[in-house]
Antibody, heavy 119, light 108 residues
């Protein structure tokens, strides 16, 4: 069975760095696009970016380009989302998501990682 | 920039048909997708490539596309369909994707 298991909730102060993870199991990790979707409290979904682990081709939304880094480790079957310097506005739930081949919709979602940035 | 516009809310009585629209220039050239999200849960795809239904999604969910407008149609709406619905599509060059702002479906 296919699963995406995300790292646990985190609380950080503004200016701190953070890297959250998403471990994939039950399928060929390198050959599916995997990425991240943000949802701020009480707000809608925001597509951040996806990566193709086999060749590290990464596509960012213009809204998130330069603000975060998406990466993947094929040997660990794990995708990552990283910030160098967090802001209060980064407080949100972050979902890891897999895109289904050919049909191109997100068919598998992680349960989400809650990130709180507060002083 | 690529944007998708949805109505903030739609209300319908049980058994009636709900229609949720999504408009955006890129929709005339790219497929659209629909996701359902219930409180406290991750989203679930209900329509892909404008009109296709993933396995396990009830047949009362359907989709249509005309020009730059995508429509999600929920026939014979049930109480359990009350949720937020988001459209999504790639930008015109399929470089990245965008979600619409979401529509809250209320079953009266």
């Amino acid at each position: 069975e296919v699963h995406l298991v995300q790292s646990g909730a985190d609380v950080k102060e503004p200016g701190e760095s953070l890297k959250i993870s998403c471990y994939a199991s039950g399928y060929s990790f390198p050959t599916y696009w995997i990425g991240w979707v943000r949802q701020r409290p009480g707000k809608g979904l925001e597509w951040m970016g996806f990566i193709y682990p086999n060749d590290s081709d990464t596509r960012y939304s213009p809204s998130f380009q330069g603000q975060v880094t998406i990466s993947a480790d094929k040997s660990m079957n794990t995708a990552y989302l990283q910030w160098r310097s967090l802001r209060a506005s980064d407080t949100a739930m972050y979902y890891c998501a897999r895109r289904k081949r050919d049909d191109n919709y997100i068919d598998i979602w992680g349960k989400g990682t809650a990130v709180t940035v507060s002083s | 920039s690529h944007e998708l516009t949805q109505p903030p809310s739609v209300s319908v009585s049980p058994g009636q048909t709900a229609r949720i629209t999504c408009s955006g220039d890129a929709l005339s050239r790219q497929y659209g997708y629909w996701y359902q999200q219930k409180p406290g849960q991750a989203p679930v795809a209900v329509i892909y490539k404008d009109t296709e239904r993933p396995s396990g999604i009830p047949a009362r969910f359907s989709g249509s596309s005309s020009g730059s407008t995508l429509t999600l149609i929920i026939s014979e709406v049930q109480a359990e369909d009350e949720a937020d619905y988001y459209c999504q599509s790639p930008d015109s060059t399929a470089t990245y994707r965008v979600f619409g702002g979401g529509t809250k479906l209320t079953v009266l």
